[in-house]
């Protein structure tokens, strides 16, 4: 069974070199080639062209938008006509549901397969093969890539047949996780100003109720004010959040929180450009409330 | 060591009940008597007004809001005038920072302690010394009562010296919870409209990222449209809200999620009353979205 | 000079029988033919295909959305292919700015001239032509239209050059307008609830610092709970929201009130359908306060 | 009739120089006795303590907040047990509508007469006699001061017999122009970093659809990023918004514009301080925008 792997920023890198350490052959592929060198020596090869890709049985692609997903999937020279009959794309980028829902069809045509599993994870999880799939797609295609998906993630779930389901699904994980940053933003600027350690503060959240890593790696990074280098690109959970809002206003659906978080992302970017993490949004609720970015106020010595 | 408790709704039972059950004898009082029945089986002394308290060293106060501490405490027949020189009064409900200031303040000129105690959890945590304890006070006192607080709560957190930085750290905690149910609330929302199992995306959620009971358990009494009885009535997170935002605006500091809340909230109630559990608000977004209420639409056994 | 008019719902209607009823000619065409026959009564020469308007100087568009004007002006048999060289397109449609750059940039490049000219104005006005226009585009060319703008309009403005400014500037504008809708609507629920009269209110308002047809017209619509027919669909009034809001994200600008009637605008087309009135998201306000439809608790009497 | 007037502010020295400027004679007292000096000159009598007032028939007062009235009305040596039985007292100052039924009740059990006549208008229009009044109280009464009132407002209207209805209605105004301060700032902040001259956009509202002064007077002053000397300040501003939502709360009324108006003024109060005018807080969207403040960037001459 011939593997290939399109996208290879950090997650993708980690992915694919999940694949790899498994004793599979991998063809992986980055529009700048500099990025495949790492792979490379791990034993992957490195396709020139995506027309190499028309060997390949599965392609798993991790692309930043829709945008480069389209131009890889759908392009003058892209997979789509590349892929033989039978093959299988399996896509792990957090897209459109539109797209999605246009890929799946444009595959289907092409007699080829798509599946949709976007992660969950930051790119140390990648590497670890700790990533949480959202799967969706044709239950048969699933089981046969089943093994391959256990080598990327610690877990899989699959939440439907058609693989807009896990788009969806994506968007909404990302809103909840968007929603933790910025609450936690507001708390500890609330907390902070009257008088106490946020470090104090997220300690009893974390050992109590929020006792999950993801409150304890946001928060810290928050109360630590850092934001770079960015483990999520600020720009990109703004991406998230205008896929959110758009796939919202398709199916009529109010999404206040979505809306603020909206607003958060775009001064952020429009303020420091969106090259931070994207957990900084939490630093608007310090600098609303009249506080020094916590950076130049506080020192947490060698830690 | 005599100990005493004041505030027999469902939480100051369980606690009260925690007490008793390790051996000590306990002192109870509630405005209607009624309440104290079942403590009274259990071996509970009640008294039949506050002036019993004279004889007590700690007493715990469980009460639902500013006014009804603030008369139990500051009223004609309260428990101020009452209590020995050298008492300890450890308040364990969720209250403005300004009363907390007060009664730190007025307990000390009489000579008497004053800890903040409020507590994370809900009746059946109560009921299970399962609390989480968030301190703040006198540090030696904190040491002398430390053995009670364990029996109360699995876990206790110091946060301070001033009682009311436990306050501030409470409204805060409970601020993330109601930030956790809206954005539950709206993204359930999106996920139903989008043809998804709100049940199965919530089991996504719970068993990867957010894997924690706060969201399992809210989550899953939204899912089934399960407000009714309350765990914690909405008219009580109103409070909780309406404290956090008047403490945000003493200090200064704006709080735009804490905002939608608010309204979220005054919303519930004016629609339908504060009886229901306080997660009801993501019951709005259901509505906003166009869709049935869930317990309309879904039958899902006899869970 | 030959003149066009494509368009003829309630606005286009109003405007090009303005321009008949001054004696010029006019060429109209409508996709659903039986619109333009009551302009055909008022002598206009009615169009059987875009193909007909070869022969004029100067065509008017005024179109729901978008995506009409798109296929209008570029469809495969659009009006671009068949305008002479030198002809003149005013477009009076409230449109994107991304759409406005296009629409300037082919018309250019086949030798022709695009005017930018959104209206402010309900249907009333534009039989009446008591519109306002904003325009923007090539002077010289402003100037040549000039006294034909004067019969459609009671006062035009020149906002710029480029055709796009015309266009921000009207998404600005209707912005406002929505503004002034959602925040009449709290303040009737807040007046209303606290045991005051909104006609009262209103009175008080429009006779002294609001003293303006605007919150007149609307303040009336929204205390009588009149959103039908509409005099602009809530459908159009969400759309003229999303144009704006993603013109913010494209030049990065956060809109917190635009982002607050967004969701306004979903909510009430999610539970209602798009078709009252837009001025019908201030009925929200008064749901969310609990007060019942004003429709069913007031009767004006005979007005 | 003994005419007095308490609260010497820019507003009430524009208030009492316009009774006094009629020839009627007007003892009048402010708690800092120099700001009594010019209206000394004008020919007032200058209270030395409120004790004073004890000869008046009408006393007005306006006053910064409830803390301000209740002082003076209620205090050790306030108004209320020295004004005679029959005496009328007029409440000019914006405060809440509490304190309004409070001291409706007090003033009829000492015999004594409350009405409520908050005012809409700026310092220069308090001293042009050119305010609006938004009278409530015993119709009688207000027929008995109709002329003295016609000497300060340019209009005033009756919205009811009970005082507090003015107090309610007189918010719900303030919340309707601070929206409209708030919905101006993000309309510049779109269209000047659209490419537009706000300068241009506000003629083109102001001259069409907004043509009114409140419209124009705060869009220059925004535009010219001109908050300071302030007319209002917005710590007034925030107490004013702040009144409402207690309002609101109170009477359970969701009312989102005015939580996000809420956040701005606490925001721009927590960076800038209080002190600028209270249309400041539409510089906020400009600096959301990373647009540089207007003051910076602009010169318009000596006007």
Known sequence: MNIGFIGLGRMGTGMASRLLSSGTNVLVYNRTAEKASALRKQGATVATSLHDFAVVDIVFTMLADDRALESTVLGDKGILQHLCSG???VSCST???????????VHAQAGQHFIAAPVFGRPDAAQEGKLFLILAGNPDILAQIEPLLARIGQRSFVIGKEPVQASLAKLAGNFLIATVIESLGESFAFVEKGGIDPHAFLHILTESIFNVPLYKNYGEAIVAGKFSPPGFA??????????LLQAGET????????????DRFLRLTAQSGGDLDWSAIASLATEDAGLLPRTQTMDHGPD
Do not use: C, E, F, N
Request: glycine share 2%.
């Open 87 to 89: 093959a299988i794309h």
């Open 234 to 243: 600020a720009v990109l959970g703004q991406k998230d959040i205008r896929l």
């Open 95 to 105: 897209i459109s549901p539109d797209l999605t829902s246009r890929l799946t069809q």
């Open 251 to 262: 199916l009529q659906i109010p999404l206040p929180i979505a809306s603020l978080l909206r």
